[in-house]
């Protein structure tokens, strides 16, 4: 699909380096986490790869009959690119893309239609909201929400041309305690009126604040509309 945009050597170097210090990283944080291994790394890599592919070809996550995009994301950080592994998980994967679609207050119409209305925004807090809209309860997807959501907010950085999002021992402390958060946030009215919104304001500035070059070989070039 093009040339690459995202420079995927320093990607993974940022994540092994989380990983040989992840006992440290889960002593400063509210919550301790799994640590990261091997297959894990293996499959936001993969993830990664993908978010490279779609902003090398100037996709959208948003327009019409991309979201198909969203469960592959989904899928790659649970399963990798292994097709056994896609075929031991088919009733998993099924389920999932179920909940996508249907589930009460979360599904992808409920997601794409507040980005809609928020498009004027900027990249930052876009990728923040649709973070903490994911995130929140319910939940987007059944399993790997984190992950798939770094590569989502990773998706609508890139194409508006500033560093995708990628975990370091830098801004661990500060993705993973409000992440924590956000996971206890239901989407009732209340929430939905302040607390959604505050949560979408600070998680903006967290994601300018922590924007690293470092992780692009050039910036993405978004098409005209």
Known sequence: MGEHVLDLDAIESSLR?????????????????????????????????????LAAGGVDLFAIGASRHFLELNAL????????????????????????????????????????????ETAWTRAAGVYVRLLSEPQLFIEGNHRT?????????????????????????GYFDPSTLITKTKKTPIGMLFRIPKLKKEFGAFL????????????AVTPAA
């Open 17 to 53: 380096t989380v990983q040989r210090n992840f006992s440290e990283i889960n002593r400063v944080i509210n919550t301790p986490r799994d640590t990261l291994d091997d297959q894990v790394i293996t499959n936001m890599m993969a993830g990664y790869r993908y978010v490279d592919a």
């Open 149 to 173: 959501g770094a590569l989502i907010m990773s998706c609508i950085l890139v194409r508006d041309g500033h560093p995708p999002f990628v975990l370091s021992i830098d801004n661990a402390q």
């Open 208 to 219: 300018r604040e922590n924007a690293d070059d470092r992780y692009l070989l050039h910036r």
């Open 77 to 120: 950080v649970l399963c990798g690119t292994d097709p056994l592994e896609r075929i031991r998980e088919d009733a998993h994967l099924k389920a999932t893309a179920q909940r996508f679609y249907e589930e009460d207050r979360g599904t992808i119409s409920d997601l794409a239609a507040w980005y809609a209305l928020h498009r004027d």
